[in-house]
């Protein structure tokens, strides 16, 4: 799994990416840089000027890395995985779509490239042993409801006590194999299992089954917070459009298209 070179904290090899991502059609151009405040930002400014899909934006460090519901993304230099596409599908996706074919790209693309068993906390979070190694965010280009860019951040040769994060449990594929691995190879092949899901749901194909299976949360107690409420319950499935169906404690069955989720049994260990 480690990779040609043995200094895990260089930058990307750029030709090799390139090279690595040949023939996938959502990074036909591979835009690169050392640093930039957040590749989410970058690609939404080069889609708001009717930039096309295939650009893929990659960076090694973000000075303004943003995670879902207003809360920074971060990480130190060289270690990770930081991406953004811009997505323009044939039919309009929903924003449960785009957060699935996201989500379950990473999910895919992380455990194919480090065989570790990456399971996804609804809706956004990757996770290993109810640890988050990664998230997703997307956003809708305001004015143009079928476009939109999906940022995808994963936590690599970086240790866990070295990420700056004020409340979850985190780790990476350093702690979780005890090994860096090949950042140029996780990256080509997680943006290579988002291409299959994409293409799959623009071709009209649920991904409800895979939404279900590689769940980190059904059968599971949890905590739900709305903007409004706070449910704790049983997770019991998910409806069509990706949303979480949870048996609450008052007896109630309730489905929530959005929400901050706190697993409440632990795994042990
Ligand atoms: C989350 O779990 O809260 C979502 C994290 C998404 C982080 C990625 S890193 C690349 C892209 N650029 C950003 O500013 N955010 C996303």
């Known amino acids: 799994m480690t990779g040609d070179t043995e200094d895990h904290h260089a930058p990307l090899n750029v030709p090799r990416l390139r090279s690595l991502l040949s023939g996938s059609d959502l990074a036909r151009t591979v835009i690169y840089q050392p640093e930039t405040a957040s590749t ?3 690609a939404s400014a080069v889609a708001r000027d009717a930039g096309p899909e295939g650009i893929l934006f ?3 460090f973000q000075t303004q890395g943003r995670g879902t519901r207003g809360r920074s993304w971060k990480s130190p230099r060289n270690r990770s995985l930081l991406l953004s596409a811009i997505l323009r599908p044939r039919r309009t996706l929903k924003p449960a779509e785009l957060t699935q074919v996201s989500a ?3 999910c895919h693309g992380l455990r194919e490239s480090t065989g570790l068993d990456v399971k996804i906390k609804w809706p956004n979070d990757a996770m290993v042993r109810d640890r988050k190694i990664g ?3 997307v956003e809708v280009l305001p004015g143009q409801p079928a476009a939109a ?3 995808i951040g994963a936590n690599l040769n970086v240790a866990a006590d070295e990420i700056d994060v004020a409340d979850a449990r985190v780790t990476s594929v350093l702690d979780e194999t005890g090994l ?3 950042r140029e190879s996780v ?5 290579g299992a988002l291409e299959r899901g994409y293409r799959s749901v623009e071709g009209g194909r649920s991904l409800s089954a895979e939404w279900a299976a590689r769940s980190a949360v059904i059968g599971r107690r949890v905590a739900l917070r709305s903007e409004t409420a706070s449910y704790a319950g049983t997770a019991s499935g998910f409806g069509g459009d990706g949303e979480l169906i949870l048996d609450c404690d008052d007896g109630v069955k309730r489905r929530f298209n959005a929400g901050r989720l706190e697993i409440l049994q632990r795994l042990p260990g």
């Open 40 to 42: 989410n930002d970058d």
């Open 58 to 60: 990659v960076t090694d």
């Open 104 to 106: 379950l790209g990473l």
């Open 135 to 137: 998230g997703v965010l």
């Open 149 to 151: 860019v999906i940022g």
């Open 180 to 182: 860096p691995c090949d």
């Open 187 to 191: 990256i080509a092949v997680v943006v």
